[in-house]
C-alpha cells in the first residue's frame, strides 16, 4: 500500500506540492485563533467533592480567589492615613458596574474583619474586584477595560489574581515558543548539515518542522470546540511536533538517499551531471534527456522501495506514539484530556508532513537533493569508501553480542542508581510560583502570603448542604439566630487538633448551603493537614434525623482528591497502553517476544527520567542552571503527561530499530548478524534523531514556567537514556541472550499474524538494484520453512549409454525457479552515456522476483557470484523442521562452491576514445 502511495506521489508530485501548499495557508490562517481560546487551570477532578466546593464558592459563596487582586501601597502613608483612604475608596468607587460586580477592601469591614486586608506594616493593602462574565474570555476583556482605572493617585499598584495570572501566563507560553524556534532554527540547520552532508536535504526537515507546527496549530483549534483547552498545550503540542517532524524526515531522507544512490548505481547513473562533460550543445542536451529518462524510473522506484521500509515505520511508530497518548483521555482532568487529543492530532500531522509532504519534495528534487554537498559526503571522500561492516555502530553490535552480560549489567546498575530519587517523590500542586521570578502577578501573591495575615494560611473549606438549611439565616446577620446544629458542628471543627479558628465565610439561599472556612497550623500539602482533611470527611451532621451533606474543599483537599482520581486512571491507562503497544508490535513485528521486551525498556526510561526529575526539581538541583524556584514537590499531572510522552517516544526509537533489525533478520536468520547489520544502518540515524529531538527539547527547557521546565527536562532525560544506554546496549544484550526466540510466534498465532501483518508484502528494491545474498543460518527459524540451494540445472539429453552426466545432478523437488527477468539496459564500453548518434532509450523496468532480488550485484572485474534459489520444505513439513523420515540438511544439494576471493579494488577514471569520439570509463587499482 505504501510502496503505491509513493508511486503516486511521484506521478503526481506537482498536484501533491500544490493541494499541500494551499493546506498549509488554510491551516496557518485558521490556526491563530486558537490564542484566543484557551482556558486556564483544569488539573483538578471535574467529580471530585473539592471541585464542587470551589464551584460553589464561586457561583453562591464568592470565591476565595479574587478575579483581581490590586495590591496598593506607599512608602509615607499608612492605611489609617485619610489620604490613603480617600486614594483608593475614590479610586474602586469610579469602577464602572458593567464590568465589575463585587468591589471589597479594606474598610468595607470593621474590627478583626478588616484586620487580614493591612499588611503587617500597615503601609500596603489589597483591593480584591469580582468581575462579570461566565467565561475567562469575557473577565479579561472587562479586565483590559477596567485596568487603567485602577491606577489610585499618589500609591504603588499592582495586579494579581486569576484574571491577570491566567493572561500573564498565556504570554509567557507564547514568548517561550517564539524564543525557543528562534534559539534552536540555526543550531538545528547546522547540526542538519552536519548529518546530512548537503544543504538541500538539511533544509527538508525544517520545512516539514514548519508545517508541522502550523498543522498542529489548526488542529489544536479544533479541538477547541470539542474541549477546553489550557494553554499549556501549545507549548507541549509545538515541542512535539517540531522534534518529531525532524526525527522522521530523518529516516525517510537517509532511506531515499541509499535507495536512490543504489538505484543509479545499478544503471551506471553517474551522480551530478554528466552531461556537461559533452563538448557541443547537442550532445550535452542529447545527454541530458537521456540521462532523465533514465533516472526517472530509478527514482519513482528508490521513493516507492523508500515508503515501502521507512515510510511503513514512521506509520506503526506515529500510531504507537498515538496509543501512548491516548492513554492521557482515560483521565479526568481537562488538562491531560485536552493535551491527548492535542497531541494525537499533532502527531498525525507530523505523521502526514514526512509520509506525504517530504516525499512530495523527494520526488521533485530526486538526486537534487544533493545540492550543496560538503566534502565528506562525496563518492571520492575517505568516508564514502569506508567499507559499511567497519563501522562504529557494527563494532558496537558485536561487541555487545560477545559480551552482553557486562553491558547488560552495567547499564541496568546507571538505570537503577537514576531511578532511586524517585522513591522519596512529593507531590504538590501549580502555584504562582511556576511564572518566572520577576512576575509581576507573581509578586503580588507572594508579597500577601509575606506581608499580610493570615496570608499564607490556606484554609480549608467545608460546605454543609442539605433541604433543612434555614432560607432565612445569613451567618452575618445581626441578631439572627445561629441554628444550633451549625453552630454546634462549627464548634467540633474548631475542636480539631491543629485548628486555629473556624467561622462562616458564606450562605446561599437559593442553593441550601453554608460555608464554614477552618483555618489550620499547617502547610496545605502537609501530612498532618491531609489528616484534617480526611476526618472532616469522616465527620457526620444531620437535623432531626435527616443527614446533611458535606464537602470539603481547599488546596490540600483538591490535592489529595487529583492524588486519588490519578491513581484511580493511572492502571487503566498503563492497561490500555500496553495492550495496544503490544498488539500494534506483534502486527509489525511477528513475534510476542519483541513487544514485551519493548515495553520493559520503556519503563526502564521512565523511570530513570522521574528520578531525574524529583533530583533536580523537588530537591532543587537544576534551580540555579535552569532559574526557577523549587517548591519540595513535583506537579503530578505532568508527571502523568510525561509518563505518555516519554513512553511514546521511546517506543518511537524502539520501532526504527527493531524494524531494521527484523529486515536482516528476514534475510540472514542469523540474530548476531541482524542485530549487528541493524544498528549500523540505524545507530546513527537514532543517535542523529536523538540528538536533533535533544536540541528542540533544550530550548523548551529553558521555558520561563516551571512546569514546562520540568516537562522538558523530563524528556531530554528519557531520550538521552533511551538513545544512548537502552537502545545501544540493553537492547542488542538482551535480544543476544534470547537469540532466535526473540522471533518465537506460536503456531495458533502464525495465522492471525498472517492476516494482521504491517510489513510489506514483498521487498522492493530500486531498478537494478539487488541485495546480497543472505548467510546460512544456523538453524532453520520459525515460520519460514525455506533454505538457500544451488539451482538445479536444466535437464539434459541423456547420453546414448543411458548414463546421467557427472556434471548433471538430480533435480531436488521443491526447487522454486525463477522466471525469466528482462536484464536492466547498461552502459556500453567506449561510448558515454550521451555517445553521438545514439537515440535515448528508457530502460526496461525488470519485474523483481523472491530469487533474482537476492542475487548480488555484479561488480567491475569480479567473477560472476553463485546463482542461490530459495528452496521450500517438503509438503507436510512442519515450518521450521525438518522432514520426519529423513534428517533435515540446510544445503540439499551439497554446499555451493565457495565464492571467489574478490578481485583487487579498482576505481572508475575517465578515457578518451583513441579516435577522439568521445570517452568511456575505465577502471585503474585504487588507493588503498
Known sequence: MLSGLGRLIHRRRWTSLVLILVMTAVAGAWGLGVFAKFKEGGFEDPDASSTLVAKLGATYFGSTNPDVLVLYSSDTMTVDDPRFEASVVTTVARLPKAQVEEVVSYWSFNGEAAHSFASHDRHSTFVAVKLKGKEGADKTENYHLIKDRMAAPGLDVRYGGSVPLGEEFGKQVVADIVRAETITALPLLILLVILFGALMASVLPLAVAIFS???????????????????????????????????????????????????????????GKPWKRERDKAARKAAKKEYRTALKPVRETALSATMATAGRTIMVSGITVSAALAGLLLFPQMFLRTIGLAGIAT???????????????????????EIGQMWWRRPN???????????????????????????????????????????????GSVDARVLPKDSTTRAVVETVKKDFPNGSAEPIDVVVSGDLIPRDWTPSGKGDPIPPYLEQFRKQLAALPGVTEAQFTGYSGSYGGVR?????????????????????????????????????????????DLMSSLMRSLPKMALVVGLATFVLLFMFFGSIVLPLKAIVMNVLSIG???????????????????????????????????????????????????????????????????????????????TSAALLFLLVIAAFSMAGITVVKLIGVGMFVAVVVDAALVRSLLVPATMRFMGAANWWLPGFLAGLHSRMDLREGAALAPVGATAAPPRLPDEQPYPYAINWAAPTPPPTAAPQDGHRPPSAPAPSPGTVRPPDTPEPPRPRQGSGPSAPGRAPEPPARPRVEANTAFHPAPRPGAPEPPDLVFRTAPDGAEPGRPPAKEPWTPWADGPPEPAPRPAPRTKRVIVPNPDGSGWHWGEEPADD
Open 213 to 271: 507546527m502550523i498543522g498542529g496549530l489548526a488542529v489544536l483549534h479544533v479541538v477547541t470546540y470539542a474541549a477546553d483547552v489550557t494553554s499549556f498545550a501549545l507549548e507541549v503540542v509545538t515541542m512535539m511536533g517540531v522534534g518529531l517532524a525532524i526525527d522522521y524526515s530523518l529516516f525517510i531522507i537517509s532511506r531515499f538517499r541509499e535507495e536512490l544512490q543504489r538505484g543509479m548505481a545499478a544503471q551506471g547513473l553517474a551522480p
Open 347 to 369: 502527531v498525525m500531522v507530523a505523521v502526514f508532513g514526512a509520509t506525504v509532504l517530504l516525499p512530495t519534495l523527494l520526488a521533485l528534487l530526486g538526486p537534487r537533493v
Open 381 to 427: 571522500s575517505k568516508r564514502a569508501r569506508r567499507d559499511p561492516e567497519s563501522g562504529f555502530w557494527y563494532r558496537l553490535g558485536h561487541s555487545v553480542m560477545k559480551h552482553p552480560l557486562p553491558y547488560f549489567a552495567v547499564v541496568l546498575v546507571i538505570l537503577g542508581v537514576m531511578f532511586v530519587p524517585f522513591l522519596n517523590v512529593q507531590f
Open 516 to 560: 464554614i472556612s477552618v483555618t489550620h497550623k499547617y502547610e496545605p500539602m502537609d501530612q498532618h493537614a491531609q489528616d484534617l482533611v480526611t476526618k472532616i470527611r469522616g465527620m457526620s451532621l444531620s437535623k432531626d434525623g435527616y443527614p446533611m451533606h458535606i464537602d470539603v474543599g481547599g488546596s490540600t483537599a483538591a490535592q489529595m
Open 608 to 686: 530513570a527520567s522521574f528520578g531525574a526529575i524529583v533530583w533536580g526539581f523537588q530537591y532543587g538541583h537544576l534551580a540555579g542552571l535552569l532559574d526557577f524556584t523549587p517548591t519540595g514537590g513535583v506537579e503530578a499531572t505532568s508527571m502523568i503527561l510525561i509518563l505518555a510522552v516519554v513512553f511514546g517516544l521511546s517506543m518511537d526509537y524502539e520501532v526504527f530499530l527493531l524494524s531494521r533489525i527484523r529486515e536482516e533478520w528476514d534475510l540472514t536468520h542469523d540474530n548476531r548478524v541482524a542485530v549487528a547489520s541493524g544498528m549500523q544502518h540505524t545507530g546513527g540515524i537514532i
